[in-house]
């Protein structure tokens, strides 16, 4: 694995499918995606889970700001 991409998200459903669109097209090296969500009340985790099975999704109850968002995924990262 040659590149981790976390994008935290905070009801960004008329945003996030481009983004991840643009992300997983981008072939220039073996790459995973995370998503966390913030707590979204506007669909997004629904979103992301049905359109973008590649994408490893956490989806937190509460928004733990962006820092701890951030910080939650590096344990799982391998790039």
């Known amino acids: 694995m040659d ?3 976390i994008i935290v ?3 960004t459903a008329d ?10 097209a981008t072939n220039v090296m073996e790459k995973e ?3 966390v969500d913030n ?3 506007d669909g997004s985790a629904p ?6 099975p ?3 999704l956490m989806v937190n109850p509460e928004n733990k700001g962006f820092a ?3 910080n939650q995924v590096l344990p799982y990262c391998r790039g």
């Open 54 to 56: 590649s994408v490893h």
């Open 68 to 70: 701890a968002a951030n």
């Open 39 to 41: 707590a979204s009340s």
């Open 33 to 35: 995606v995370f998503v």
């Open 9 to 11: 998200s905070y009801n």
């Open 3 to 5: 590149l981790s991409i």
């Open 47 to 52: 979103i992301i889970g049905k359109n973008f």
């Open 15 to 24: 945003l996030i499918g481009n983004c991840l669109r643009s992300v997983i």
